[in-house]
T-cell receptor, first 114, second 112 residues
């Protein structure tokens, strides 16, 4: 069974630009969560999508948004990029979300904002 | 406000000895705790979990201890192996939020 895939793996952008990251969950998984990992902050929860609906949201500004398609693939968009947005962005998929479903993480997209 | 804290950013242990990774939390509503392991260029992988109704959970070389009164959990790895060298994240959640709150991670290095 193929794992969670994320594209692109690396991305370099400049301040003010916007970026879209993609996540393909494990086949059959309907929940996709997004996390931001930065040194000193660990993994911070961005949001979770289930059946094309945002079900949970972390404490990030509105510049961070996402969506999920009918095939469960998810995209995350960050607009008006700031230097502090440089991070590793991880997505995780699970069957239905919730604590009883193990999350499987992708390798991440490393975003560098110059 | 860091609700889950891993105060040791790094730990170095000799092969064969015990590794103890610590995690503290502040939210008394947390009732489910997990440990993840992360190798470079890979996403975190689930290692072991514990519910608040237990104070210990064991899986092979890995044991997680939970002290609810102290709001503290620890991961013991015995014996430590070089392949255990990775970053370890603890995470916590509560059944009424379903969101995982991660700590900042501890980099474990096991040397021969």
């Amino acid at each position: 069974k193929a794992g969670v895939t994320q594209t692109p793996r690396y991305l370099i952008k400049t301040r003010g630009q916007q970026v879209t990251l993609s996540c393909s969950p494990i086949s059959g998984h309907r929940s996709v969560s997004w996390y931001q990992q930065t040194p000193g902050q660990g993994l911070q929860f961005l949001f979770e999508y289930f059946s094309e609906t945002q079900r949970n949201k972390g404490n990030f500004p509105g510049r961070f948004s996402g969506r999920q398609f009918s095939n469960s693939r998810s995209e995350m968009n960050v607009s008006t990029l700031e230097l502090g947005d440089s991070a590793l962005y991880l997505c995780a998929s699970s069957l239905t979300g919730g604590l009883n479903n193990e999350q499987f993480f992708g390798p991440g997209t490393r975003l560098t904002v110059l | 406000d860091q609700q889950v804290k891993q105060n040791s950013p790094s730990l170095s242990v000799q092969e064969g000895r015990i590794s103890i990774l610590n995690c503290d939390y502040t939210n008394s509503m947390f009732d489910y705790f997990l440990w993840y392991k992360k190798y470079p260029a890979e996403g975190p992988t689930f290692l072991i979990s514990i519910s608040s109704i237990k104070d210990k959970n064991e899986d092979g070389r890995f044991t997680v201890f939970l002290n609810k009164s102290a709001k503290h959990l620890s991961l013991h790895i015995v014996p430590s192996q070089p392949g255990d060298s990775a970053v370890y994240f603890c995470a916590a959640s509560s059944y009424n939020t379903d969101k995982l709150i991660f700590g900042t991670g501890t980099r474990l290095q096991v040397f021969p």
